[in-house]
């Protein structure tokens, strides 16, 4: 008998989505598709809002990274402010980076102790009831004070720099609204090496399990794609802020290189699918069958040429290395490479928390005013767009969106399917564990399916199993 | 309002220090109940009295209620009739575990687990209606219900200093 399994929601991803796997009646794999059933909708919430509040308004997207989006509208306002992209004072741009450093360092913190480690520490198939972050807590307690330690102080850069721990307003049109004393410098600096140190014990922890389980890694949702991200405009190193646009194909060839990501509306061009509210991006000159690509940490040391940090960047090198000196396509790479950009995040707040330009008191620099702004940041999940127009009375009028969860929609359906072909085809019985395969795949993206009203009750933990005839026969679910 | 007072052991310790968590999104309606409560109470400058505003409950809150005596969780809530309900929660063990799916009872399992103090538990629910549009601001009922919420935790707050359960202060 053929049947249709749902996974709803997944878990441990940020925010809400439903995979369906359909099997035939010998238990085949047929098809998947992973769903997002939330609708944002925030492109138009923001319109008709000043652009200064757009800035601030925009952090409401998400809970988790609301300082990409705050970073990246500013960066989309400063143009609408008359600057070049990129072109803030000293201190501003300086400031920005270290709130941004901070908040890919606690980003990923969060992601790979919190909803990661599970599955890489205990298995996928592993007891779900301590396959969880309490049972990482309870076997390795140290770790889990680490985690809690370590996104403490990513928060508190946070802090700082932005004005608050969430919806900040140290980001404004033209630079920033505050710069550092030296107390406050001096407390961080006070912990960054502690930092650094647990930064490179989670990057051994990452490297060591994609080394160890080379077998699985290679073979788990792994298939070549296009790559895309940020890279420095001067050399193509890594630049989590600020850069142009490069994107490589699965051999390593430039599909475009050094791109003014305001002309991104030039290369790339969003897909709409009918059973999906998130849509499929790809390069236009490809088309949508081979112009999708991937974004986030792997992908950004796939296109970076190298890492101006120094551990980052030997990290760097010795993935490369294992990758035999080209890319790397496979999904659970994400992990080792999110704790390359860990490593590197420390390291640029530590040598931004030397420098003296973040005393400075030239914070905000202003040109001639303009009607358009385009903004562009590498968030912890990948590439992230903010495009707006604003008319003369300040007021937004239009805005889009491109998420870098959307980004890698179609490299996560791929990975879904992938497997869901080599770990449930030919499966009479689907087990929890072989679930989590899939679940597992979607995780190591990091996904951000936007976020969640979550008022009490409103967390359905919920596994169906449908037959041929739409009939539920199984199911597993709790309430959270 | 309900008062449901949950099978915790009961402490009698006195001077205590109080941590209040709103968290919601205020992006969503009335899902900003609790951040709206916390930031009613924020500006009185009460006494041993901590605020802290967030989107959700994360395992990072572990450490911070692990440093207080009692820690109420205000959110908001769906289909209460109520205008808000005031539960006992102790620490419990989730089946599963996300970034947005860390409940009260699991926040107070985690500050035992890391920093080794679980303080007493309580769930300020505040019922409300809009969810699921994007947009600021509260239906007119999540704003009553935020009115008496916030009269109510205001008048209970002298009872939990000196006394976790505060329950002699409250009438049904």
Redesign the interface.
Known sequence: MSRKIVIDPV?????HGKVTIRMDDDHRVLDTRLHIVEF???ER?VQGRPMWEAIV?VQ??C??C?VSHHLCAAKAMDVVSGLSSGALTPTGDKMRRLMHYGQVFQSHV?HFF??AS?DLLFGMESD??HR???GV??SF?EI??R???M??FG?EVIRVTAGK??HGTGAIPGGINRNLDIATRDRLLSEVDKMLDWAQDALAIARGYVEDHRALVDAFGSFPSNHLSLVRETDGALDLYHGRLRALDAASKPIFDMLDYCDYHKVLVEDVRSWSYMKFPFIRDLGPETGWYRVGPLARMNTASYIDTPMANAAHGALRAFSGGGLNHSTLANHWARMIEVVHCVEEIRDLLHDPDLQGSDLVARGERRLEGIGVIEAPRGNLIHHYRVDEHDQVTYCNLIVSTTHNNEGMNRAVKDVAIKHLSGQARITEGMLNHVEVAIRAYDPCLS?????????P?QIEIYNANARLVDRAG?C? | MHVIPGNIDQTTARGRKILLIGYGNPGRGDDGLGPALAGAIEPLGLRDVTVEIDYQLTVDHAMLIAAHDVVVFADAMMSLDDAYCLTRVGTEQPATFGSHQVTPGAALQLAGLLFGNVPSGWILAIGGDAFDEVGEGLSPRAHGNLLLATEFLIGWIPALREDADGLGAMTE
């Not at chain 1, 976020?451 to 967390?459: D, E, P, R, S, V």
Request: positive net charge.
């Open positions: 878990t441990r991803v940020e925010g944002r909708g925030f919430f308004l409401r997207l809970g988790i609301p969060l919190h909803l599970p779900p009831a969880n972050i309490v807590l309870e307690p889990g004070r985690a809690v330690l996104r403490k928060q721990k969430i976020c969640a009203t979550h008022a009490l009750g409103q967390m933990l709790q959270m």
